[in-house]
Nanobody, 122 residues
Framework: QVQLVESGGGLVQAGGSLRLSCAASGRTCSGYAMGWVRQAPGKEREFVAAINWSASRTYYPDSVKGRFTISRDSDKNTVYLQMNNLKPEDTAVYYC???????????????WGQGTLVTVSS
């Protein structure tokens, strides 16, 4: 069983940046894809980013492509999400997730964190 703990959320003005972190413990995240999904109030959960186990490939939806960057430090069992040029529509609870492959992560994650709130003011 893996535990995923997110940090780094907060309040930022539109155009600003935040860096989220996700620390994994209990079971190494080596060999697993890691990623982020978000859920805004009253909306369905939305895929944000994924990175494969070797960090050789990353995946983003069009809504964040060019603004968000996912990375991982396998030695630290930590995944990061650098978010630049934030928009009010990025406001949501951001969850760290794990899955056997990056392709599976958007729809079939096997582990979730508790989430961290990101609020972008206009």
């Amino acid at each position: 069983q893996v535990q995923l703990v997110e940090s780094g959320g907060g309040l930022v003005q539109a155009g600003g940046s935040l860096r989220l972190s996700c620390a994994a413990s209990g079971r190494t995240c080596s060999g697993y894809a890691m990623g982020w999904v978000r859920q805004a109030p009253g909306k369905e959960r939305e895929f944000v980013a994924a990175i494969n186990w070797s960090a050789s490939r990353t995946y983003y939806p069009d809504s964040v492509k060019g603004r968000f960057t996912i990375s991982r430090d396998s030695d630290k069992n930590t995944v990061y999400l650098q978010m630049n040029n934030l928009k009010p529509e990025d406001t949501a609870v951001y969850y760290c997730a794990q899955a056997p492959t990056a392709v599976q992560l958007p729809t079939s994650p096997t582990s979730w964190g508790q989430g961290t709130l990101v609020t972008v003011s206009s």
